[in-house]
């Protein structure tokens, strides 16, 4: 069955960090890009970040650059995404999806989602 599975989300304090995980099943995490995505309460769903299936290179939104890093384990096939000196505004519902292109560059998100978890930023 292939699908994607976030956990990890939270209630955090503002400076705080939290690690998201998705984990991923019936394929690699080398086979797909993968990206995490956001939405706020009242907005639309917004990239993120994303690591790409060819070079493991990543890419951020200027939002959480500096703030945010996205990586992957091939052993646990999961993709992390660590989120460091987190704002109010970083809360929402955060997803991650797969894309069969090789790089981020090309990705639609065409292919899965996961069902997503909550980051709450709040004091």
């Known amino acids: 069955q292939l699908q994607l599975v976030e956990s990890g989300g939270g209630l955090v304090q503002p400076g705080g960090s939290l690690r998201l995980s998705c984990a991923v099943s019936g394929f690699t995490v080398e086979d797909r890009t993968i990206g995490w995505f956001r939405q706020a309460p009242g907005k639309e769903r917004e990239w993120v970040s994303c690591?790409?299936?060819?070079?493991?290179?990543?890419d951020f939104a200027d939002s959480v650059v500096g703030r945010f890093t996205i990586s992957r384990d091939s052993a646990k096939n999961t993709v992390y995404l660590q989120m460091n000196s987190l704002k109010p505004e970083d809360t929402g519902v955060y997803y991650c999806?797969?894309?069969?292109?090789?790089?981020?560059?090309?990705?639609?998100?065409?292919?899965?989602w996961g069902q997503g978890t909550q980051v709450t930023v709040s004091s």
């Open positions: 690591i790409s299936s060819i070079g493991i290179i990543t």
């Open positions: 999806a797969s894309d069969r292109a090789d790089y981020c560059v090309g990705a639609a998100w065409n292919d899965y």
